[in-house]
């Protein structure tokens, strides 16, 4: 199919797209803007089944037939930068190969590999070659808070109209030579203590609600160290109190729980409730309220479409290395279905965080992958 050829004349307006992509602001639940830029895309490719649908999921179908469909996803939200009420560009600085901005690798990279995946495959040379269905989708809530929303609500679409897809196939960041066919889970848990506050003098034998989580985020720190090669454990947000001079009547921390198995999320999260229980004084109230579970999943190393993937980095020039992540493909891979996650070419660095970079050297080698991936697993 002349695929290298062809993928590098491709390079240059994927990294455009990337870009342009990148600028629209959209932290998790603000990705209205960022959808209907993507949606427009796949218009202007031939796509006039192209849509968004009741989450915010952008849809689109190329090929048809009664054989189980391919599923490709890509996620739409950012962990930064902005918010739903600051709709300001994000700040993208390009100098040479390497672009800085945040959400440029993930996953600007990724929806932009799979905006011209979506154009190479509605080429009528290749449409016609597809023996099965294959769908586009750009998910709204793969991070943070979002809790996967978006892949969600497809495949409980996709199960409530009768249809099991074939195998699903996540494109997250950048990258060429990793293969995700083990998804960590996640159990993530806001963990609030309140108590009767009063004057920091006064009342200063009154039970304090931040000391009280300063002793359970020391000894949280300290359980994931212990349990590090099964599970991780990390306090990411923290607040609390209503005035310099006041003991605080409440405060809370944000507790994201990792783990390879979901054996091993269940064990650790018993033992973070323990610790609540036990640093918790008579005087105060602990509250847990669960903000999200990402189901984990493994796809044997054996199993074909992992080893199409092998053979797509090999034809590449790439040792393919297989991975552990959580992605979009954690939705399929819980509940029976075939799937991976693979990076869309490039390098980079500094994802969720406002440094992100992304380097577009050998750029279409991880486009080429992508695209001899899915033509071996759709086409004739």
């Known amino acids: 199919m002349g695929a290298r050829a062809h993928m590098v004349e491709y390079q240059s307006r994927t990294l455009a797209q990337q870009i342009a992509i990148t600028r629209i602001a959209a932290p998790t639940g603000c990705e209205d803007e960022r959808a209907r830029s993507v949606l427009g895309a796949l218009q202007q490719a031939g796509y ?29 939200d950012t962990v930064y930068d902005g918010t739903c009420a600051i709709a300001d560009e994000v700040t993208v600085a390009q100098n040479g190969c390497v672009i800085n901005g945040a959400g440029i690798g993930d ?34 809530g793969e991070e943070g808070d979002g809790d996967l929303r978006g892949a969600r609500a497809w495949f409980d679409d996709a199960a409530a109209n009768g249809v099991t897809p ?40 009154s039970a304090n609600p931040i000391h009280a989580l300063g002793e359970f985020i020391a000894r949280a720190a300290r359980l994931g160290n212990a ?39 269940n064990d650790v999260r018993r033992e973070l409730l323990r610790l609540v229980a036990q640093i918790t004084p008579p005087t105060l109230r602990a509250e847990m ?59 980079g660095g500094g994802a969720h965080t406002r440094d992100e970079w992304y380097d577009d050297t050998h750029g279409s080698r991880g486009i080429e992958r992508l695209v001899r991936l899915v033509l071996s697993l759709a086409a004739d």
């Open 289 to 347: 309220v669960v903000l999200g579970d990402r189901p984990a999943g493994v796809l044997p190393a054996e199993h074909a479409l992992v080893q199409m993937a092998v053979q797509a980095t090999e034809a590449v020039g790439v040792s393919p290395r297989s991975a552990v992540a959580s992605t979009d493909a954690n939705i399929p891979l819980s509940r029976g279905i075939p799937a991976i996650a693979i990076g869309a070419g490039g390098t």
């Open 107 to 140: 996953n600007g990279r990724g929806l932009a590999a799979m905006l011209t995946l979506a154009e190479v495959l509605h080429t009528p040379a290749v449409r016609t070659r597809l023996a099965r269905p294959v769908h586009f989708v750009a998910t709204v």
């Open 166 to 205: 074939w195998a699903a196939v996540a494109i997250d960041g950048p990258g060429d030579e990793s293969i995700v066919h083990h998804a960590a889970g996640s159990h993530r848990l806001r963990v609030t203590l309140h108590g009767p506050g009063g004057h920091s003098w006064t009342h200063a034998e």
């Open 48 to 76: 006039t089944d192209a849509s968004i649908d009741g989450v915010g999921n952008v849809r689109a179908t190329v090929g048809s037939g009664d054989a189980a469909p391919l599923v490709c996803l890509a996620h739409l």
């Open 227 to 265: 349990r590090r090669r099964d599970a991780v454990v990390h306090v990411t947000r923290m607040h609390g109190g209503e005035s310099l001079t006041a003991i605080p009547q409440e405060a809370w921390v944000d507790v994201d729980l990792r783990g390879t198995s979901a054996r091993h999320i």
